[in-house]
């Protein structure tokens, strides 16, 4: 199974700071990686996916890069409403893994 | 509008059986496969398996391969997952997906609300 260690587990941020997650694929996964936002009680939104390509609708604060291994989820301006957990997502190779989540307060 | 939406809360001994179903609409159910995630409380998430409605085929996750079963229905939307003899550790939310009908293309673009199982004897 491919092994997907997101930092850090936790963060706290400010208004208007900006917010970067990592997330590392254990082997290449060259794009096939997604971010999803969950928060407290609802089921989780794709916000990005290959990487760096922003789902319909998202806000433009949020965006992703990477490849290979290495991969990068920054808030550039987030809001109190981002409070919420994020998770990467790999689909290189089946079974499908998920990052353990980055819980981003946002004060 | 596309929309899943799942069966309600369950309560249930170890030992019993169970299949809790998601319902799409707002697209042609056929055209995209659907997975399973697994959420335990205060936990991530975990690929469970996922299933073509088109044609039934199903692929597991190899940590729930035997354990649970993923079947659908096209003729009603509705896909399901089920276990014939629930654990206590099987206590968690699931959620449905839907995603492109592609082995390569794995993108959760719709979920369901979630449905809680809880195991208590």
């Known amino acids: 199974d491919i092994h997907m260690t997101q930092s850090p587990s936790s963060l706290s941020a400010s208004v208007g700071d900006r917010v970067t997650i990592t997330c590392q694929a254990s082997?290449?996964?060259?794009?096939?990686l997604n971010w999803y936002q969950q928060k407290l009680g609802k089921a989780p939104k794709l916000l990005i996916y290959?990487?760096?390509n922003s789902e319909t609708g998202v806000p433009s604060r949020f965006s992703g890069r990477g490849s290979g291994t290495d991969f990068t989820f920054t808030i550039s301006s987030p809001q109190p409403e981002d409070s919420a957990t994020y998770y990467c997502q790999q689909y290189d190779n089946l079974p499908l893994t998920f990052g353990g989540g980055t819980k981003v307060e946002i004060k | 509008e596309v929309q899943l939406v799942q069966s309600g809360a369950e309560v249930k001994k170890p030992g019993e059986s169970l299949r809790i179903s998601c319902k799409s609409s707002g697209y042609r159910f056929t055209d995209y496969w659907i997975s399973w995630v697994r959420q335990m409380p205060g936990k991530g998430l975990e690929w469970m398996g996922r299933i073509d409605p088109s044609d039934s085929y199903t692929t597991y996750s190899p940590s729930f391969q035997g354990h649970v079963i993923i079947s659908a229905d096209k003729s009603i939307n509705t896909a399901y997952l089920q276990w014939n003899s629930l654990k206590a550790s099987d206590t968690a939310m699931y959620y449905c997906?839907?995603?492109?009908?592609?082995?390569?293309?794995?993108?959760?673009?719709?979920w369901g609300q979630g449905t809680l199982v809880t195991v208590s004897s």
């Open positions: 082997q290449d996964i060259g794009k096939y």
């Open positions: 997906a839907r995603h492109c009908a592609s082995s390569t293309c794995y993108i959760f673009d719709y």
């Open positions: 290959d990487a760096s």
